[in-house]
């Protein structure tokens, strides 16, 4: 048995010498080449081919580190070929760069064909050196990951990192793919600048990125995903992903991928598609349909679907889209989502209804969310009023769908007890309803929309008393609406004093006297004014040719209130 081993220990002694020769080999390619890289750089002619050199040089550095930080001896063979037919050509290269550094070449279109060899040379150990790596020369267990730069690192050391990155995502195992992936997307989220390196300068890692989104292994596609995802968050590098081909892959994933990557690809369409010109090629590939059959499905989260709702609500605005959208029962699938109990789902599939939908049951599901009594935040029901605003008044019919629905009782609480941003939308939303209809005027005013309006007059905010009173205007148009709103002495008092507080002719003044015009068809409106102790005020202004307070005095000047207002004018 002992003479049975000698020959084995013998073989794997030679293997080992072997493999430790083709590491120095390789630490002495890395070192010239690197030599190289840095004379390159005081290289001042002939800079467009040195510049194709240096980047051959690059992939090579990062190719032979990854190799010489394995701790396998497999395919040694094939490296102690390759090796020192790189470290002859990388010499030859350095001959040629020292030449043009000290401009001791003899002629420029010689150098250009040299330098233009060296360039096939170099093409040429790449694809060898990417043929062995195929075969499978590397696995996790044996590589040695290159140290991420420290924080501050200068740019050359940054691309090395990215190369070698690059590299094992290339030529690694399943394993080692993941963890670049992994190192990948940590230096992209935490330091801009390797965005930069990876989607603009260090050639071919986007395209890797793009192409693992179609790989079969999960745990790649996730990461990936995430990868693409992040980069989309930046406006400068959105096209790099179009020009890489990435929206069938994006699309295919919605159909195949798991949760997590369908959501990191949902992400990215949402950001590509804030460009229209993106959203055709979105719909061409299916990702219409995988979009919506998301949104339909109660198989996946709320964040999912919210954000499925997201990139539909970029697409929906391309007509053809749209159409197709409802054809493929897009309304009815929105319709259900805005039961659900997430914001984000809520939010998004109102917006998108508002879009693409008419008619009584869309108009029911949004009243639904905003109904006081219902479960959600104030930001969805702001959403939800919104979308009753641009969906339902242009159109009489959805304006007397809301009023059969109990919409004025929404509006009305929201004025009285909603937060501000929401009762500036509700009031803003009754304004518009009171110029719809006098059957809607007249509903309004018998809920008691006056009484809140009167309260608004005198807030802090000029937009808000001008709604209001404009509002308040409309409403007293109405002949029940006036006496209801006479019957309370406070209400004309309450006018007659912001009148007087009204400084110059302001458009609040003018709807204020208009106002008070009106007040005056009824006998009691017009006692009231009469004997407030403003009718002096109300003279001045007459006397200052504005047009309504001379109206006014005029409908207060009637046979019946003469003499007693020439009394009071001349006490």
Known sequence: MGEEEKPMQKQHQNSTESFTAMKSSIKQAVQVISSLISLSHSIKVFNVKWQLIRKKLEEMSSGLMAVGNCDSSENTAA??????????????????????????????????????????????????????????????????????????????DMRFYVRDLLTRLKIGDIEMKRQSLVNLYQVMAEDERYMKLVALEVSDIVKVLVDFLDSPEMEIQEEASKIVSLISGFDLYKGVLVEAGIIGPL??????????????????????????????????????????????????????????????????????????????????????????????????????????????????????????????????REVALRAIENLCFPSQNCINTLMNYGFTDHLLFFLRNGEVSLQELALKLTFKLCGTSDEARKTMGDAGFMAELVKLLDAKSYEVREMAIEALSSLVSVPKNRHRFVSDDRNIHFLLRLLDQEEGISGNKQLLLSILVSLTSCNSGRRKIASSGYLKYIEKLAEAQVSDAKRLVRKLSTNRFRSFLSRFWHS
């Open 251 to 380: 699309n295919r994933v919605l159909e195949t991928g798991s949760n997590l990557v369908k959501e990191g690809a949902v992400r990215c369409l949402q950001t590509l598609t804030v460009n229209s010109d993106n959203a055709w090629s979105v719909s061409a590939d299916g990702g219409v349909t995988a979009l919506l059959k998301i949104c339909s499905s109660g198989d996946f989260g709320g964040e999912l679907i919210g954000l499925a709702c997201g990139v539909l609500r970029n697409l929906v605005g391309v007509e053809e889209i749209k159409r197709f959208m409802v054809e493929e029962g897009a309304i009815e699938t929105f319709i259900k989502l805005t039961r659900s109990k997430e914001e984000i789902v809520l939010i998004n599939s109102m917006e998108l209804l508002q879009n693409v939908a008419s008619g009584e049951e869309s108009v029911r599901a949004l009243l639904r969310v905003s109904d006081p009594k219902s479960a959600t935040s104030s930001k969805t």
């Open 79 to 156: 490296f102690s070929d390759v090796v020192p037919s790189i470290l002859a050509t990388v010499n030859e290269c350095y001959d040629l760069g020292r030449r043009c550094v000290d401009l001791s070449y003899s002629g420029k279109l010689l150098m250009q064909s040299d330098l233009d060899v060296m360039v096939a040379k170099f093409d040429l150990h790449v694809k060898n050196l990417s043929g062995i790596y195929t075969a499978g020369v590397l696995s996790h267990g044996f590589a040695i990951v290159v140290s991420r730069p420290g924080f501050g690192a200068c740019k050359d």
